[in-house]
């Protein structure tokens, strides 16, 4: 089996890593947050052992994202905290389990014996989760910086999860599924907000000023979003000479 180990002290990935070789698994070393976040997503793992506290992207942060990602494999939370909040809080954003610093190896060892053989009972077979994997492709939709799931009905900009309102959410996944298509302002009101009484045109300006706000480099010179006068908006990537 294969183990991605997470944490930013070296001696401990040392340690950890030193230990599960020599129970047989199979181990790969990162030492930042946002590393690990695009290793998880990028190779198939059976388990991994994720520090809280990381640079660049922390560990609650990592669970969170890998499960909107459809990431499923297991995680073991490693925290120097001795707070019930942040065990909790792991647990909620998607973790299996967790463990408080100092530990031992042969602890650890065990949690992930037995967090192994429950997720393998309910789970199906690591040759098929290569394939739904290779099938959730299928719901991405990338456009310059933006990557859109549409399955997990997330919006990223490079590595951040953009946080939008529900409208911003479905107005942006709306533009980014029709790339260089001239949309009025009526459709956009039918399609996002139906028959709310209380929608007008000026509501779409609004809306799509936050979204400036939130995707564009430079909001009032928009490389996404661009308006076209006297007909509406339309979503196309364009990015400035000094970008590319």
């Known amino acids: 089996m294969k183990i991605l180990i997470v944490d930013d002290e070296v001696s401990i990935t040392t340690l950890i890593d030193y230990h599960l070789q020599k129970a047989g698994y199979e181990t790969v070393i990162v030492h930042d947050g946002y590393e690990a976040f695009q290793t998880a997503l990028n190779q198939f793992f059976d388990f991994i052992v994720l520090d809280v506290m990381l640079p660049n992207m922390d560990g609650m942060d990592i669970v969170k994202a890998l499960r909107q990602q459809a990431v499923n494999v297991p995680i073991l939370l490693l925290t120097a905290k001795d707070e019930t909040v942040d065990k909790i809080i792991g647990i909620e954003f998607g973790a299996d389990d967790y463990m408080t610093k100092p530990f031992s190896p042969r602890e650890l060892i065990a949690r992930i014996k037995g967090i192994l053989r429950r997720a393998s009972s309910a789970s199906i077979t690591s040759d098929v989760k290569r394939l739904l994997n290779e099938a959730e492709l299928d719901n991405i939709i990338t456009v310059g910086e933006l990557t859109f799931n549409r399955s997990a009905f997330t919006i990223y900009k490079q590595q951040q999860l953009l946080d939008l309102t529900k409208k911003e959410y479905e107005l942006l996944a709306y533009f980014i599924e029709r790339p260089g298509r001239i949309i009025d302002r009526d459709t956009l009101l039918n399609r996002i907000w139906g028959d709310d009484v209380y929608s007008q045109s000026r509501v779409v300006d609004i809306h799509v000023s936050h979204l400036r706000e939130k995707i564009e480099r430079e909001p009032k ?3 996404y979003l661009h308006t076209v006068r006297g007909f509406g908006y339309k ?10």
């Open 235 to 244: 979503f196309d990537y364009l990015p400035h000479e000094d970008s590319r």
């Open 221 to 223: 010179l928009p490389e």
